[in-house]
């Protein structure tokens, strides 16, 4: 198995040719991530043409891409469907009708700090504010995160809240990316929400593990494997070319400890948006022991206009997908409308 960041922590390493290479810590390697737009050029050799471009956006939403991500980059390719994904672009500056900050109205539905809670039976946590890797297209670009990330006492309120409504069975963590936090803190949260009786189910929103795959490792697989609740993994990935070597042994040892692993991807233009890369992501995701959930169409949030893909050509393109695919390849196309109880099928 290859491992894309071979690393090596230790001089010792460096100097012991028979040593497996070693990934370093997943906590290293979110901090090591590059943050600067002209670094990111210059590591992809870039034509500085995209330099303006990428400051601009980069002035709206930082940049950020870890290099086990930026691995799986082909340079000097201004295409490339994982590019597109991180780089920051002039068009992000474009306003453009019914793109807007908050499309999703959560900060009508927090009743407790870091809770949102709009569908029946289930609420979804902001575990972490913070993300590994800054998507270009993220409907969370203007979430007021600062307000949103609680301090475990201050999850105090919010587990009374849970406490105090037995309708609710399942917890979401989400984010930002809930597993850019601590394992300790996880641990501490999690083995709180085992305590309340009428939880049944845990369910983490994460795109860490496809983005710095060394994220799973023994502490995390510690306590995801020992609580009584019943483990869902919704993972994010948008094409194919994002699961490497090192992917499929996260998504190994997260099914080896008994999590259900799902994936949720968005319709991105320029990504994702043809039939072909649709089946060929379906085909790799369910190779490596996911199966496909949601796609996604875009919500409309300020300065990702250009990742719009209509309506009917996203149904078009599903169409074409159920034709060419089995059914449990085929993800539900759905779009997310503020005050619907659930998310809608279009
Ligand atoms: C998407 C979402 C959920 C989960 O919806 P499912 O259809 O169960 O996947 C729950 N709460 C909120 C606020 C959401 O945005
Ligand atoms: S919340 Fe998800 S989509 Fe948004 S920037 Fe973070 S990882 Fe990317």
């Given at each position: 198995?290859?491992?894309?960041t071979p690393?090596?922590?230790?001089?010792a390493?460096?100097?012991?040719v028979d040593?497996?290479?070693?990934a370093?810590s997943?906590?290293?390697?979110?901090?090591?991530a590059i943050t600067?737009?002209?670094?990111?050029?210059?590591?992809l050799d870039l034509?500085?043409?995209?330099?303006?471009?990428a400051?601009a956006?980069h002035?709206?939403?930082?940049?950020?891409?870890?290099e086990?991500?930026?691995?799986?980059?082909?340079?000097?390719?201004?295409?490339d469907?994982?590019l597109?994904?991180?780089?920051p672009v002039?068009s992000?500056t474009?306003?453009?009708?019914g793109?807007?900050?908050?499309?999703?109205?959560?900060?009508?539905h927090?009743?407790k700090?870091?809770l949102?809670?709009?569908?029946?039976?289930r609420v979804?946590l902001?575990?972490?504010?913070a993300?590994?890797?800054?998507?270009?297209y993220?409907?969370?670009?203007?979430?007021?995160?600062?307000?949103n990330?609680p301090?475990?006492r201050?999850?105090e309120?919010?587990?009374d809240?849970l406490?105090?409504d037995d309708?609710i069975?399942?917890?979401?963590?989400?984010?930002?990316?809930?597993?850019?936090?601590s394992d300790?803190?996880?641990?501490a949260?999690?083995?709180?929400?085992s305590?309340?009786?009428?939880?049944?189910r845990?369910r983490?929103?994460?795109?860490?593990p496809v983005?710095?795959?060394a994220?799973v490792?023994?502490?995390?697989?510690?306590w995801?494997?020992e609580?009584?609740?019943?483990?869902v993994?919704v993972?994010?990935?948008?094409?194919?070319q994002?699961?490497?070597?090192?992917?499929?042994?996260?998504?190994q040892?997260?099914?080896?400890?008994?999590?259900?692993l799902?994936n949720?991807?968005?319709?991105?233009?320029?990504?994702n948006?043809?039939v072909?890369?649709?089946e060929?992501?379906?085909?790799?995701?369910?190779?490596?022991?996911?199966?496909?959930?949601y796609?996604?169409?875009?919500?409309?949030?300020r300065?990702?206009?250009h990742f719009?893909?209509?309506?009917d050509?996203?149904r078009?393109?599903?169409?074409?997908?159920r034709?060419?695919a089995?059914?449990?390849?085929v993800?539900?196309?759905?779009?997310?409308i503020?005050?619907?109880?659930n998310?809608?099928?279009?």
């Amino acid at each position: 198995m290859i491992t894309r960041t071979p690393i090596a922590v230790h001089d010792a390493d460096v100097h012991d040719v028979d040593a497996a290479p070693v990934a370093a810590s997943w906590q290293r390697q979110l901090s090591a991530a590059i943050t600067d737009p002209l670094e990111l050029c210059r590591r992809l050799d870039l034509d500085p043409g995209w330099l303006p471009g990428a400051e601009a956006g980069h002035a709206l939403f930082a940049t950020r891409v870890p290099e086990a991500y930026l691995a799986r980059i082909r340079p000097r390719d201004p295409g490339d469907p994982l590019l597109r994904q991180v780089l920051p672009v002039a068009s992000e500056t474009e306003t453009a009708t019914g793109f807007v900050d908050d499309p999703l109205a959560e900060r009508d539905h927090t009743p407790k700090p870091g809770l949102i809670h709009k569908y029946a039976g289930r609420v979804l946590l902001i575990a972490s504010p913070a993300c590994a890797i800054n998507c270009r297209y993220c409907f969370r670009r203007h979430f007021p995160y600062d307000d949103n990330a609680p301090s475990m006492r201050e999850w105090e309120t919010t587990l009374d809240y849970l406490r105090g409504d037995d309708s609710i069975r399942e917890v979401i963590l989400s984010g930002g990316d809930p597993l850019a936090s601590s394992d300790r803190r996880l641990a501490a949260l999690v083995e709180r929400l085992s305590e309340i009786p009428h939880l049944k189910r845990l369910r983490i929103h994460t795109r860490l593990p496809v983005v710095i795959p060394a994220r799973v490792d023994d502490a995390l697989l510690g306590w995801l494997g020992e609580t009584r609740l019943q483990r869902v993994m919704v993972l994010h990935i948008n094409h194919a070319q994002e699961i490497d070597d090192a992917v499929i042994g996260a998504c190994q040892r997260l099914r080896d400890a008994g999590v259900t692993l799902l994936n949720q991807s968005v319709l991105l233009r320029g990504v994702n948006d043809d039939v072909a890369t649709l089946e060929a992501l379906s085909e790799q995701l369910f190779d490596a022991g996911v199966l496909p959930y949601y796609l996604h169409v875009l919500d409309p949030v300020r300065g990702a206009s250009h990742f719009d893909v209509g309506d009917d050509e996203a149904r078009d393109l599903v169409a074409a997908l159920r034709a060419r695919a089995p059914g449990f390849l085929v993800p539900r196309l759905v779009r997310e409308i503020p005050g619907e109880p659930n998310k809608t099928p279009l």
